[in-house]
T-cell receptor, first 113, second 111 residues
Framework: DSGVTQTPKHLITATGQRVTLRCSPR?????VYWYQQSLDQGLQFLIQ???????AKGNILERFSAQQFPDLHSELNLSSLELGDSALYFC????????????FGQGTRLTVV | QQPVQSPQAVILREGEDAVINCSSS?????VHWYRQKHGEAPVFLMI?????EQKGHEKISASFNEKKQQSSLYLTASQLSYSGTYFC????????????FGSGTQLTVLP
């Protein structure tokens, strides 16, 4: 157990819908990363927050947004969902915004039908 | 920019050694190595921060050549439990913060 909690574990939704994925970082970690992993693919970096502020942005679609709250949990919002958005979404957390190990949650498997 | 990993896949017999390489076109602040088993979360192996740094973790070690922006992961006397996909993640020098991962190396250890 990495100490990073993601909910829900599985999500099935229809095209056009909106979903919210939640991540609670390890105790003491200030940085949260979000990654998308499609079937048997690599980890695509989406976005990073540190202590409530956006620190880095990757190839995140405009339909997707994220935020980190004062209690340091983070949410990833995915809207106008398409079939191609089906993937495993991972959250990772680390103490600093770089240079320290990042620990991954178990992921949320999103299936868009 | 995504680091480049090689090889894409490798098959070993138990007890054999393997090397996985990771290279970047950008100056790097750190290199991270993870192992992911199918359907599971990536598990942290080690992080290298300094040029020329080498680290060991049981029979798994890694090096980081800062001048070449390259890192290598060494697996010695491989065990069945080493099977999985190995990812290197890189964080660039400068103001950028993202931790970007390579496409992975699939390692299979056979009895």
């Amino acid at each position: 157990d990495s100490g990073v909690t993601q909910t829900p574990k599985h999500l099935i939704t229809a095209t056009g819908q909106r979903v919210t994925l939640r991540c609670s970082p390890r105790s003491g970690d200030l940085s949260v990363y979000w990654y998308q992993q499609s079937l048997d693919q690599g980890l695509q970096f989406l976005i990073q927050y540190y202590n409530g502020e956006e620190r880095a942005k990757g190839n995140i679609l405009e339909r997707f947004s994220a935020q980190q709250f004062p209690d340091l949990h983070s949410e990833l919002n995915l809207s106008s969902l398409e079939l191609g958005d089906s993937a495993l979404y991972f959250c990772a957390s680390s103490v600093e915004d770089r240079g320290t190990e990042a620990f991954f949650g178990q992921g949320t498997r999103l299936t868009v039908v | 920019q995504q680091p480049v990993q090689s090889p894409q896949a490798v098959i070993l017999r138990e007890g054999e050694d393997a090397v996985i390489n990771c290279s970047s076109s950008k100056a790097l602040y750190s290199v991270h190595w993870y192992r992911q088993k199918h359907g599971e979360a990536p598990v942290f192996l080690m992080i290298l921060l300094k040029g020329g740094e080498q680290k060991g973790h049981e029979k798994i070690s890694a090096s980081f050549n800062e001048k070449k922006q390259q890192s290598s992961l060494y697996l010695t006397a491989s065990q069945l439990s080493y099977s999985g996909t190995y990812f290197c993640g890189t964080a660039p020098s400068g103001s950028a913060r993202q931790l970007t991962f390579g496409s992975g190396t699939q390692l299979t250890v056979l009895p």
